[in-house]
C-alpha cells in the first residue's frame, strides 16, 4: 500500500497535459477575445475578470480532480438534491434581470444555480446506470424513473423561465442514455411524441419573448429592425472578416456597437470579425480536439460511471458549442446560450471547469493507484 505521497506523485503523473493544453489555448482565445473587444465598453473590468474567474476555475479544477471520482459517484444524488434544492432557494429568494428570476445573490457575486444542475445531471444520470442492471438496449419503461429524475430539476429551470439551460440540460442527458443504448422503436416513439409536443410547447411553454425570438428566426430576413437585429449585424461581423480577419480591435462591427452580448453570447461575433475564417477555423478545431479528447477518456476509463462522465461532459460541450454558434450566425433561435470558455460570465465559466474537473479525474483514474 502506498502512502498519500506516492498517490499524490502517481496521480501527477497521470495529468492529460493535451487536455489542459487545449483547456489554456481556449481560455487564452477567451480573454483575449474580451481585451478586444473591450473598445466597445469598459473591457478592461470585463477581461480582467474573465481571467481572474479562469484562474479559481483551474484551482477549482484542480482541486475536483484529486478527489477519488468514487467519492463523487457515491454521494451522487446528495448532489443532485443539493442542485435542485438552490434552484428552490432561486424561486424563493432569486434575484430577476430581464424578467428572469436565475441567480443567488451572494453579495460578491451572482450564483446561477441552473448552471451547477447541468454538473449535477452528469453525475446522477452517470451514477444510475452505473448501478443499473439492465440487459440490452433500453426501453420507454427502463427510463421513466430516470427521466422522472432529471426532470425534477428541469421544472425548476423552466419555471424561472431559461429555456436554453433547459435544452441543454435535457440534451446532456438524451447523449448520455444513447451512450448506453436504446431500442428503436423506443427512439421512434420519442422522436414522435417530441414532435406533436413542439407546438403545445410554443403556445403554453414560451414566454411571449421567447416566441418572439422563435418568429424573429422564421422571418430573419423580414424584420430587420425588430427582434432578428442582433442576429442579422452578428451574421454581417461573420462575413466581414473574411478570410483572415480585419485585426484586433479593428472590427467595425463590434467596435461601434452594432452587436448587443459582444461579450457573452456573441463573443464570437468579435473573433470572427477580427480573426476571419482562419480564427474560427482555429478555435472550432481546438473545440473538436476537446471534444475528440474527452470521448477518448471516456473510452478508456475504468468502469461504467467513469464512461459516463466522459460522455456527459463531451456532451455538454458539444450542446453548448452547437447551439451558441447556431444562433449567432442564425441557423438557430437565440436561446442566450454561452460558448464555453469564451463568453465572459463567472456561473458559465465555473460550470465548464467543474466539467473538465471530472473529465481529468477519469483520466487520471484510468488505472489502479497502487502499484504491484
Same mark, same amino acid.
Given at each position: 500500500? /502506498?502512502?498519500? %505521497?506516492?498517490?499524490?506523485?502517481?496521480?501527477?503523473?497521470?495529468?492529460?497535459?493535451?487536455?489542459?493544453?487545449?483547456?489554456?489555448?481556449?481560455?487564452?482565445?477567451?480573454?483575449?477575445?474580451?481585451?478586444?473587444?473591450?473598445?466597445?465598453?469598459?473591457?478592461?473590468?470585463?477581461?480582467?475578470?474573465?481571467?481572474?474567474? #479562469?484562474?479559481?476555475?483551474?484551482?477549482?479544477?484542480?482541486?475536483?480532480?484529486?478527489?477519488?471520482?468514487?467519492?463523487?459517484?457515491?454521494?451522487?444524488?446528495?448532489?443532485?438534491?443539493?442542485?435542485? =434544492?438552490?434552484?428552490?432557494?432561486?424561486?424563493?429568494?432569486?434575484?430577476?434581470?430581464?424578467? *428572469?428570476?436565475?441567480?443567488?445573490?451572494?453579495?460578491?457575486?451572482?450564483?446561477?444555480?441552473?448552471?451547477?444542475?447541468?454538473?449535477?445531471?452528469?453525475?446522477?444520470?452517470?451514477?444510475?446506470?452505473?448501478?443499473?442492471?439492465?440487459?440490452?438496449?433500453?426501453?420507454?419503461?427502463?427510463?421513466?424513473?430516470?427521466?422522472?429524475?432529471?426532470? %425534477?430539476?428541469?421544472?425548476?429551470?423552466?419555471?424561472?423561465?431559461?429555456?436554453?439551460?433547459?435544452?441543454?440540460?435535457?440534451?446532456?442527458?438524451? #447523449?448520455?442514455? =444513447?451512450?448506453?443504448?436504446?431500442?428503436?422503436?423506443?427512439?421512434?416513439?420519442?422522436?414522435?411524441?417530441?414532435?406533436?409536443?413542439?407546438?403545445?410547447?410554443? #403556445?403554453?411553454?414560451?414566454?411571449?419573448?421567447?416566441?418572439?425570438?422563435?418568429?424573429?428566426?422564421?422571418?430573419?430576413?423580414?424584420?430587420?429592425?425588430?427582434?432578428?437585429?442582433?442576429?442579422?449585424?452578428?451574421?454581417?461581423?461573420?462575413?466581414?472578416?473574411?478570410?483572415?480577419?480585419?485585426?484586433?480591435?479593428?472590427?467595425?462591427?463590434? /467596435?461601434?456597437?452594432?452587436?448587443?452580448?459582444?461579450?457573452?453570447?456573441?463573443?464570437?461575433?468579435?473573433?470572427?470579425?477580427?480573426?476571419?475564417?482562419?480564427?474560427?477555423?482555429?478555435?472550432?478545431?481546438?473545440?473538436?480536439?476537446?471534444?475528440?479528447?474527452?470521448?477518448?477518456? %471516456? *473510452?478508456?476509463?475504468?468502469?461504467?460511471?467513469?464512461?459516463?462522465?466522459?460522455?456527459?461532459?463531451?456532451?455538454? =460541450?458539444?450542446?453548448?458549442?452547437?447551439?451558441?454558434?447556431?444562433?449567432?450566425?442564425?441557423?438557430?433561435?437565440?436561446?442566450?446560450?454561452?460558448?464555453?470558455?469564451?463568453?465572459?460570465?463567472? %456561473?458559465?465559466?465555473?460550470?465548464?471547469?467543474?466539467?473538465?474537473?471530472?473529465?481529468?479525474?477519469?483520466?487520471?483514474?484510468?488505472?489502479?493507484?497502487?502499484?504491484?
Amino acid at each position: 500500500m /502506498q502512502n498519500p %505521497s506516492d498517490r499524490l506523485r502517481i496521480l501527477v503523473t497521470r495529468v492529460d497535459w493535451v487536455l489542459m493544453s487545449i483547456i489554456g489555448a481556449l481560455g487564452g482565445i477567451g480573454i483575449f477575445n474580451l481585451y478586444s473587444a473591450a473598445g466597445a465598453t469598459d473591457g478592461f473590468t470585463v477581461h480582467t475578470m474573465q481571467a481572474a474567474w #479562469f484562474v479559481v476555475g483551474l484551482g477549482i479544477m484542480a482541486v475536483l480532480a484529486m478527489v477519488d471520482y468514487r467519492v463523487i459517484e457515491r454521494w451522487a444524488y446528495i448532489i443532485f438534491g443539493s442542485a435542485v =434544492f438552490l434552484l428552490v432557494l432561486v424561486m424563493l429568494f432569486g434575484t430577476e434581470l430581464n424578467g *428572469s428570476k436565475r441567480w443567488l445573490n451572494l453579495g460578491f457575486f451572482l450564483m446561477q444555480p441552473s448552471e451547477l444542475l447541468k454538473i449535477a445531471v452528469i453525475i446522477v444520470t452517470a451514477r444510475y446506470f452505473h448501478d443499473s442492471d439492465h440487459d440490452g438496449p433500453l426501453g420507454l419503461i427502463d427510463l421513466i424513473k430516470p427521466t422522472a429524475i432529471v426532470l %425534477s430539476g428541469v421544472a425548476f429551470v423552466i419555471i424561472q423561465p431559461d429555456l436554453g439551460t433547459s435544452l441543454i440540460v435535457l440534451g446532456i442527458y438524451a #447523449f448520455m442514455v =444513447f451512450f448506453e443504448g436504446m431500442r428503436w422503436q423506443s427512439m421512434l416513439i420519442i422522436a414522435l411524441l417530441t414532435l406533436i409536443s413542439l407546438p403545445f410547447g410554443y #403556445f403554453f411553454g414560451m414566454k411571449e419573448y421567447q416566441q418572439d425570438r422563435v418568429i424573429a428566426f422564421l422571418q430573419i430576413n423580414d424584420d430587420h429592425l425588430g427582434d432578428s437585429w442582433q442576429v442579422r449585424q452578428s451574421v454581417i461581423a461573420f462575413g466581414s472578416g473574411r478570410v483572415w480577419g480585419k485585426g484586433s480591435r479593428d472590427g467595425t462591427q463590434i /467596435q461601434q456597437g452594432f452587436v448587443p452580448e459582444h461579450e457573452t453570447d456573441f463573443a464570437s461575433a468579435n473573433w470572427g470579425e477580427e480573426h476571419g475564417f482562419m480564427g474560427m477555423l482555429l478555435m472550432l478545431g481546438l473545440f473538436m480536439a476537446l471534444l475528440l479528447r474527452a470521448l477518448w477518456i %471516456s *473510452s478508456n476509463a475504468r468502469d461504467r460511471f467513469g464512461a459516463q462522465v466522459g460522455v456527459g461532459v463531451a456532451a455538454l =460541450f458539444f450542446t453548448h458549442i452547437v447551439v451558441n454558434l447556431g444562433m449567432v450566425t442564425g441557423m438557430l433561435p437565440v436561446v442566450g446560450i454561452t460558448l464555453p470558455l469564451i463568453s465572459y460570465g463567472g %456561473s458559465s465559466m465555473l460550470t465548464m471547469m467543474l466539467a473538465l474537473g471530472l473529465l481529468l479525474n477519469v483520466h487520471m483514474r484510468r488505472l489502479p493507484l497502487v502499484s504491484r
